[in-house]
């Protein structure tokens, strides 16, 4: 039997130089080498307090650009002003509670109307210390570790292709029951409008990457993914197989609201806190997601950007999530395109099993950007 088979590769991200993406990686992260808080001490107060919100807000948008680019995207996010006082009036009252929550109640500590529209339209992320600032939250959501954020919501949302404009709010509260700051990241439009989308999105994505920022958990998803079909994942890492593990499919869920897949690595991380950068550095990822007769075929190639190459986990052991010199390696050589492939591959085949498996992604309340982002799942 003969079937063809429509092979997908994003040949603009592959051809990115090493020294393209590292030398934006000195200049544009800010996450790994800045970890002040900007954050006075609510000290048990409800008012807000004014801090140096331009500049913790830059450095979390540029580094936020870097990662969008990464992944392909060529527009740039921009910061608006318009929501401030919602997204600071938002962490006020969940660093007061000590919690992270989106649906909060009126009568919570420091409830305010602009902060419940802050904490629902927003990521959320916390902190048991002080040093925490918006570029460290921003590493926090793309991460997306915990079980209550197996289908990485807020990765999605940090990646949507509708992201036109963001903007943070942070607060500090030594008083705190618990978590002593809290970060909210703007994140979902009003009115909800995706803009133009990648071929696909894939977390790492192809080509050199930063290997501080391959995270436990694998992500995949694109436009047009049929409803019924099945997703297979396959990938090797320096030519040898690997075992797939903690599968999750999504459905329509956050940001592009795109049929997708969430997958880890055995050997590579017991679980999604874990950070494989020791194992994973300098090594090439082979990934091959395919459905029904599409394939998507994409390499990985994880470089230390670092001036100093970092040898240890990056981010503290205390961080909470809602919504943390360079060896080269052998490239595959890749056709000249424009920026993405399509090319008709005929396959002979003895037999072909097809298997259609539904799934549907559990709704709760508000998935895509309700998840608590923290260890505990609260």
């Known amino acids: 039997m003969m079937i063809h088979l429509l092979l997908i590769r994003f040949e603009k991200l592959e051809r990115r130089s090493k ?12 996450s ?4 002040k808080s900007p954050y006075p001490d609510q000290n048990g107060s409800c008012t807000q307090l004014t801090y140096d919100k331009e500049t913790d807000d830059n450095r979390a948008l540029i580094e936020l650009n870097y990662m969008r680019w990464l992944v392909g995207f060529d527009t740039k996010t921009v910061i608006t002003n318009e929501y401030d006082d919602h997204l600071i009036q938002c962490a006020i009252n969940n660093v007061a509670n000590g919690y992270l929550e989106h649906l909060i109640e009126e009568n919570s500590l420091c409830y305010t109307y602009k902060a419940s529209s802050g904490c629902y339209t927003s990521n959320l992320g916390a902190n048991l210390g002080r040093n925490y600032n918006a570029a460290m939250a921003l590493q926090r959501f793309i991460m997306d570790a915990g079980d209550g954020n197996k289908y990485v919501g807020h990765r999605n949302w940090i990646l949507f292709s509708g ?3 963001t903007a943070f709010g942070g607060a500090y509260d030594s008083m705190s029951p618990k978590y002593t700051t809290t970060i909210a990241m703007k994140v979902v439009p009003w009115p909800y409008e995706a803009g133009e989308k990648l071929l696909f999105t894939a977390y790492p994505p192809p080509g050199y990457f930063p290997a501080q920022f ?3 958990r694998f992500s995949f998803w694109a436009p047009n993914i049929p409803e ?3 997703i297979k994942i396959s990938v090797k890492i320096n030519d040898v197989p690997q075992n797939i593990t ?6 329509q869920g956050a940001g592009d609201q795109d049929k997708g897949v969430v997958f880890a690595l055995s050997g590579y991380g017991k679980n999604s806190y874990d950070y494989p950068y020791e194992t994973i550095l300098n090594k090439r990822i082979d990934v091959k997601i395919s459905y029904d007769k599409t394939v998507f ?3 990985i190639y994880p470089v230390d950007c ?4 970092v040898r240890t986990s990056v981010p503290d052991s205390d961080s909470f999530y809602s919504s943390s010199g360079s060896g080269d390696s052998t490239k595959k050589k890749v056709s000249i395109g424009v920026g993405v492939s399509l090319a008709i591959v005929l396959i002979i085949v003895v037999a072909v099993v097809c298997y259609f498996i539904f799934y549907k992604k559990k709704e709760d309340s508000g998935e895509s950007n309700n998840d608590e982002n923290q260890h505990d799942d609260a």
Do not use: A
């Open 246 to 251: 903690e599968r999750t499919d999504f459905l």
């Open 32 to 35: 790994l080498y800045y970890r």
């Open 306 to 309: 670092s001036v100093v190459p």
């Open 214 to 216: 391959v995270y436990n």
């Open 228 to 230: 019924r079909s099945y």
């Open 297 to 299: 075929d994409y390499t």
């Open 19 to 30: 020294m393209e993406i590292c030398s934006r990686f000195r200049k544009e992260v800010f």
């Open 163 to 165: 992201l036109k404009e």
